[in-house]
């Protein structure tokens, strides 16, 4: 019987395929005294030889993919055979008769405490993270559990799991992932957003669907709708079939608007800009005909690598995008580290509310030899193209002086070194943080232009967590309340004579477009997808009727519902 799972549609597109399960196995287990050591320990050779030949076929895979990287698991397989490590682990079987899970256990648990000890060594600190990895692949052979393993996927799957973090989702391999769906995350969670960018349809926040797929079922999932279908009927194949070629032939339409410049009805340029993570999204971003780069989020530089970014792999990075743009504007955000992107590497501490904590600018003014670093960078990769630099998660004028100044020394440095740098660089901040939005006015006398960061500036506006699917009915962009903040921004910048953009994912929102048209909003950035679709919308709106739209939207509406019945009312009318 064919079972339907709604969730949040994150990400667009009809996909179907079995179901993939990345979900962390149980690999619990008794500690027991044995009595046959010699078969304890030949249990425990024999896990260790297959876990030897899993990694030495993974490796094998991942040699073709991912180059270099794929030295980890020879790390993997030198741990396996290390006759220190073995030994120990033989010996507390053979003398202490301890079960082979046990022995295992305890004797992983002395090599890592040993290595992790040794804090100021990053070399000893990996060691012990291969330990942790190794253990769990011996450990699920001696209890015969299967470990997910997305590196050896080798046909079209579904992944279904109960969170991804932006780190799983950017080793998704396009070529067999086909969606994916989660249990937990809002639409603006990093994955669904890197989901967007990848062009895999996905729906998280489904509370259950862990609970309701077994590896290997087939699932239909609708991306646009938010439904999961889970054993479908051959009849709900054709019908999605047929939903795809329509989503498909859509797509190639809007195709058409790819060289043209994005005007509305009435001739008024508006900028469409895409938001990217890593120089890899151009490609996406100029193949769905971005003007510009509003957003980019240069954290993934951070995290894509074990350790900090040197001053030259930053430069490198963001000359590429520079020069990829060719001539076109690139907002690069400076580091927005925590929330729900962490970095193993600098240990930032536990936190109750990762959120409302030591993030994004907060770590940049406090780290400021990290910050600094990012600048050096920026400032040298200017002379390749329009760059514009902003800074995230600011709450006070303090802390855009204070950004500001670092930005000015290091750039003076940087000159009195006789190092060539752009003197038009525009300085601006995000908006995501009320206290921001509501002192807009007097930040627009310092700061070069403003970002509308949403996904932020709603959750903290609303009180709702942006990853917690139980209050994602308060993620509500049209309310009356976000929308007075958001105008009153756009406002404020222009009575200073500075710009107002927006790279929250409310840019890209086809209801709430014609809004922000209206408050006059003059740069929209996005995920690289939305944008054909917003250049077709926007050609279809004039700037007056959207002008009267907002006014009355921010003025007579009580309640999100009745803004959207405004826009419905109105878009119909017009189109
Ligand atoms: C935002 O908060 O709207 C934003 C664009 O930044 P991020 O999603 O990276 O927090
Ligand atoms: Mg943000």
Redesign the pocket.
Known sequence: MTERVSGIAASDGIAVAKAYLLIEPDLSFKKETISDTNAEKERFTTAIEKAIGELQAIRAKAAESLGEEAQVFDAHIMVLSDPEMIGTIENAIENDKKNAETALQEATDMFIGMFESMEDNPYMQERAADIRDVRKRVLSHLLGVKLPDPASIDEEVIIVAKDLTPSDTAQLNKQYVKAFVTDIGGR?S?SA?MARSLEIPAIVGTNSITEKVAEGDLLIVDGMEGTVLIHPEETDISAYEKKAQAFASQKEEWQRLINEKTVTKDGVHVELAA?IGTPKDLEGALGNGAEAIG?Y?TEFLYMDSAELPTEEEQYNAYKEVLEGMEGKPVVV?TM?IG?D?ELPYLELPEEMNPFLGYRAIRVSLDKDEIFRTQLRALLRASVHGPLRIMF?MIATLQEFREAKAVFEEEKEKLTGEGVKVADDIQVGI?I?IPAAAVLADQFAKEVDFF???????IQYTMAADRMNERVSYLYQPYNPSILRLIKFVIDSAHKEGKWAGM???MAGDQTAVPILLGMGLDEFSMSATSILKTRSLLSELTTDDMKELAEKAVTECQTAEEVVGLVERSLNKTT
């Not at 970002?451 to 500036?457: E, Q, V, Y």
């Open positions: 603006t990093h957003i938001n957003l989020r955000r927005d929330g992107k995230p995000m995501e970002s509308i960061g949403t996904n932020d500036l790279c929250g994912e």
